[in-house]
């Protein structure tokens, strides 16, 4: 598995990449139009921040909103509108089918059309792990590992058991990680206090184990080490005062918990490849117009 860059076209934006033998998977800041086009990978795209997105597949109207999901089946055409001025956020999965349907037990196909609604609302465990293997991706320490691919696989088992043609998924397993209450205890403290920043000590002290049981426990779980989950959650709140909100820079940075605007800048672009003050002018929302026939998801 490789990490690298990319530069998506028009935007002049970077993103985190994946590549291994399961296709390839991203974390997108972009906003180009793209043509109507079919591959024989399946793909799979996860709103994380910005502003919504608009596609056509087949002959219907589709908004990647809020979280919600575009599932698309191999050979499916398909195109997104020109956003100029409203740039998004997108976790980007391109997976090969043979890789999908060996990891998951699966007798698929490039002819197997197993999700029949192109436009869902993720589960909390999607959504848990979508957060997961974004983070992942946006830690080039942990994504040139083979935890990232770990997740991945979690992440689409939950979305094929979730979302696919029932009669195709009878029987699939509902968990790749060891559940632990003590750890989803953790996961609701740092996601109720992500602006406090709780420390690694602070949230192991809260589900009472010692941080070096807490750090090995998490990660078995989780498949991350707790620091980069903490870390995805400030972004997560950062994309969130950046794009709906006009606060100064500094007082976001004071909000999530950095002594220094700058120490501030350097964490968000280290993340999302783009500084903060880009990405809220990038994101401003300017006559947003869908394609025709499109509603809000």
């Known amino acids: 598995m490789q990490h690298s860059d990319d530069l998506l076209g028009e935007t002049g934006k970077s993103a985190c990449i994946i590549q291994g033998p399961f296709g390839r998977a991203s974390v997108n800041f972009t906003r180009r139009a793209l043509v109507a086009h079919a591959h024989a990978q399946y793909q799979f795209l996860f709103k994380l921040g910005g502003n919504d997105s608009y596609f056509r597949i087949g002959d219907a109207s589709h908004v990647l909103g809020d979280g919600g999901a575009i599932l698309i089946n191999p050979w499916e055409s398909h195109s997104k509108t020109d956003s100029t001025n409203n740039p998004s956020v997108v976790l980007s999965l391109v997976i090969e089918v043979d890789w999908l349907g060996s990891a998951l037990e699966l007798p698929l196909s490039r002819e197997t059309r197993i999700f029949p609604c192109s436009n869902v609302i993720c589960t909390p465990d999607v959504r848990h792990h979508v957060d997961r293997l974004s983070a ?102 950062a994309i ?32 999302m490849a783009v500084p903060p003050s880009e990405f809220r002018r990038n994101s401003i929302v300017v006559d947003a117009r869908p394609l025709a026939g499109a509603t809000p998801a």
Not at 245 to 257: K, S
Not at 258 to 270: M, Y
């Open 136 to 237: 992942a991706i946006t830690n080039p320490s942990v994504a040139s590992q083979d935890a990232s691919q770990a997740i991945l696989r979690d992440l689409l088992r939950a979305v094929v058991r979730d979302f696919a043609n029932p009669a195709l998924t009878m029987g699939l397993r509902s968990s790749g990680k060891p559940a632990d209450f003590r750890i989803r205890k953790a996961l609701d403290y740092i996601n109720a206090n992500v602006e406090e920043n709780p420390t690694v000590t602070t949230v192991a002290a809260y589900v009472g184990m010692s941080r070096s049981r807490f750090f090995e426990q998490f990660k078995n779980c989780v498949g991350i080490p707790p620091q980069h989950y903490i870390d995805w959650t400030r972004m997560t709140q």
């Open 240 to 271: 969130k005062l950046l794009t709906a909100t006009t606060r100064p820079l500094i007082d976001i940075a004071l909000e999530l918990g950095f002594e220094e605007h700058s120490h501030f800048t350097r964490f968000f672009t280290q993340h």
